[in-house]
């Protein structure tokens, strides 16, 4: 099965779910069950991102995403994406990212499916909704040297009721070419939270930049091409060969 663009419902704002209502029964279960488990990766959660991403295999759509960050270590995070911070918000995907050094130890085939983050820090496109830019300065300045694996499952700009199809590899905003963000998406953004991104951009100044963002990153900057994935039938292993 080859991944699609094209639409697979309606597009909306809201995308309406597939299924029935959640019934009141299955709600007082649902309750008990927050009661009495845990749910220690979730309440890990440690920040809140929004920015933006782009299809890589088709960088003229662009969606805004909102990063629920867990901290693994100083080295690296993991992150559920949602298309919004509601309530009710989709779950589309996981970015993985990680320090600068801990990208160089990546072989260069692994490092093609990164991006950088440099640009859409200083640039004022990456918040922290509702903090204070002088308490996220420092980590900022951490997230400006990082790369990002950013794996969308469900394509909710194209209207896609369920996660239909194959993961699409997404990338970072640039500050030219096909990587540069619609304006319209970040006033959108920005509307919403009451902020400037050009003004984020002054007060982000300070930031240095990185002293080497490496260049197998961002793979389609240098090729001009992108890594789309496909599904294909093949025969069932019956061992491994990891050792």
Not at 99 to 114: C, R, V, Y
Not at 150 to 179: H, N, Y
Not at 214 to 237: G, L, M
Request: proline share 7%.
């Amino acid at each position: 099965m080859s991944s699609t663009n094209e639409p697979t419902g309606a597009q909306k704002n809201g995308v309406p779910m597939t299924g029935k209502p959640t019934s009141v029964g299955q709600q007082v279960l649902d309750k008990g069950a927050q009661m009495l488990q845990s749910f220690k990766p979730i309440n890990n959660m440690s920040q809140h991102a929004c920015t933006f991403a782009l299809y890589s295999q088709d960088m003229t759509r662009q969606i805004e995403t909102h990063h629920f960050v867990t901290r693994v270590n100083q080295d690296f995070l993991q992150a559920a994406v949602y298309d919004s911070d509601d309530s009710n918000a989709r779950l589309i995907g996981v970015e993985y990212i990680v320090s600068d050094a801990i990208f160089e130890t990546l072989p260069p085939e692994e490092q093609n499916f990164w991006h950088s983050h440099a640009y859409e820090i200083k640039s004022g496109l990456w918040i922290h909704p509702r903090m204070p830019e002088m308490i996220v300065m420092p980590e900022l300045k951490n997230l400006a040297k990082t790369y990002g694996k950013f794996w969308c499952t469900w394509q909710t700009d194209r209207g896609d009721k369920l996660p239909i199809g194959p993961p699409s590899l997404m990338m970072s905003p640039q500050s030219e070419g096909v990587g540069v963000v619609k304006p319209e998406l970040v006033k959108k953004r920005d509307d919403n939270y009451k902020l400037s991104k050009d003004d984020l951009m002054k007060s982000r100044v300070e930031i240095a930049e990185p002293e080497w963002i490496n260049p197998t990153a961002d793979y389609w900057r240098q090729h001009k091409k992108c890594f789309e994935v496909d599904i294909e039938s093949t025969e069932i292993k019956t061992h491994t060969d990891y050792k």
